[in-house]
């Protein structure tokens, strides 16, 4: 009896918290749009919206203030396998400089900015020829406090990182990250490499988030899963066909073994009017994407971390 009571009183958590998600009209079909393609491909977006922010919270993240119309820190690209196989995921670097759908050639965070998720899932859709199935968004305190719910995140930062900018200051080493500090971690440039760096630690930090959101110590303990759940209910902005159970399904898709990589990249050039964009390889980008459009494990060869 009391098995059933807890299963009934799960069903109707996720019920309730599958009606707090905020959801868009992300995924609206247009003209020539990339037919589906095998697998499930999301695409995960961290804004830098203040959105729902204090004064004393924007202070207390080190998130800038408001700096006008929104745009994407984090463009993640995540591919589950139909079958068996790693899921993989992919950063899109924000400089990218691409074909904008009635924009011309621009960084593909300036999409966002102009259309929002819309036009972003159009333009990566054009850009990779992989059709985008789900589509989640958390601006900057939806993550902090998602990471702050599960009680921090160990990570091993690859090297010291002092960026006042971003209110953060960390030696190199594994150590825990409570949700400021995570948020500092994935915004920081100010590293060697600036933006690919940035990109890695992304990575980084995802994999690890996410490990621990689906581990024992998160979903059997119901003081970590309940303000974890709620907290992304509240964060999140999906696509009007998503909800939280396929929220968890990606979740429990990377819990295990995922192959991570940057869009292979050919260089950088000033441009008149978008700055300094960065540029894809094109020859290694094409079959790059094709094995993610065709279902399948993206050459070794092909394969790149920044």
Same mark, same amino acid.
């Given at each position: 009896?009391?098995?059933?009571?807890?299963?009934?009183?799960?069903?109707?958590?996720?019920?309730?918290?599958?009606?707090?998600?905020?959801?868009? /009209?992300?995924?609206?079909?247009?003209?020539?749009?990339?037919?589906?393609?095998? !697998?499930?491909?999301?695409?995960?977006?961290?804004?830098?919206?203040?959105?729902?922010?204090?004064?004393?919270?924007?202070?207390?993240?080190?998130? !800038?203030?408001?700096?006008?119309?929104?745009?994407?820190?984090?463009? %993640?690209?995540?591919?589950?396998?139909?079958?068996?196989?790693?899921?993989?995921?992919?950063?899109?670097?924000?400089?990218?400089?691409?074909?904008?759908?009635?924009?011309?050639?621009?960084?593909?965070?300036?999409?966002?900015?102009?259309? &929002?998720?819309?036009?972003?899932?159009?333009?990566?859709?054009?850009?990779? !020829?992989?059709?985008?199935?789900?589509?989640?968004?958390? &601006?900057?305190? &939806?993550?902090?406090?998602?990471?702050?719910?599960?009680? &921090?995140?160990?990570?091993?930062?690859?090297?010291?990182?002092?960026?006042? %900018?971003?209110?953060?200051?960390?030696?190199?080493?594994?150590?825990?990250?409570?949700?400021?500090?995570?948020?500092?971690?994935?915004? @920081?440039?100010?590293?060697?490499?600036?933006?690919?760096?940035?990109?890695?630690?992304?990575?980084?930090?995802?994999?690890?988030?996410?490990?621990?959101?689906?581990?024992?110590? @998160?979903?059997?303990?119901?003081?970590?899963?309940?303000?974890?759940?709620?907290?992304?209910?509240?964060?999140?902005?999906? /696509?009007?066909?998503?909800?939280?159970?396929?929220?968890?399904?990606?979740?429990?898709?990377?819990?295990?073994? @995922?192959?991570?990589?940057?869009?292979?990249?050919?260089?950088?050039?000033?441009?008149?009017?978008?700055?300094?964009?960065?540029?894809?390889?094109?020859?290694?980008?094409?079959?790059?994407?094709?094995?993610?459009?065709?279902?399948?494990?993206?050459?070794?060869?092909? %394969?790149?971390? !920044?």
């Amino acid at each position: 009896m009391v098995a059933v009571v807890l299963i009934v009183a799960a069903v109707a958590g996720v019920v309730y918290f599958d009606g707090k998600l905020q959801r868009i /009209d992300a995924l609206a079909d247009y003209d020539g749009r990339v037919g589906d393609t095998p !697998g499930t491909n999301w695409l995960l977006v961290g804004s830098d919206s203040r959105l729902g922010l204090t004064p004393d919270q924007e202070q207390e993240l080190a998130t !800038g203030g408001d700096v006008g119309a929104d745009r994407t820190d984090t463009i %993640l690209l995540i591919h589950v396998p139909r079958g068996s196989g790693a899921t993989t995921m992919v950063s899109l670097p924000r400089d990218s400089y691409v074909s904008i759908p009635g924009y011309g050639q621009d960084k593909l965070n300036a999409a966002f900015a102009f259309g &929002g998720p819309q036009l972003l899932v159009q333009t990566v859709e054009g850009a990779t !020829g992989v059709h985008i199935d789900h589509y989640a968004e958390i &601006g900057f305190g &939806g993550f902090a406090s998602i990471v702050d719910a599960v009680g &921090g995140v160990d990570v091993c930062v690859p090297y010291d990182i002092d960026d006042p %900018l971003a209110g953060l200051q960390l030696s190199a080493g594994c150590q825990e990250l409570d949700g400021a500090e995570a948020l500092g971690f994935v915004r @920081t440039r100010a590293t060697a490499l600036a933006d690919l760096d940035r990109m890695n630690n992304q990575r980084l930090f995802m994999s690890a988030l996410l490990s621990k959101a689906t581990s024992p110590t @998160t979903f059997l303990n119901p003081f970590r899963l309940w303000p974890l759940v709620s907290g992304a209910a509240r964060s999140l902005r999906v /696509d009007e066909g998503d909800h939280l159970w396929h929220v968890g399904q990606l979740a429990w898709a990377m819990r295990g073994e @995922t192959v991570t990589a940057t869009v292979p990249v050919g260089g950088f050039q000033d441009v008149y009017g978008s700055g300094n964009v960065l540029l894809w390889d094109s020859e290694r980008a094409l079959p790059f994407f094709d094995a993610l459009a065709n279902d399948q494990q993206i050459p070794p060869e092909l %394969l790149t971390t !920044g």
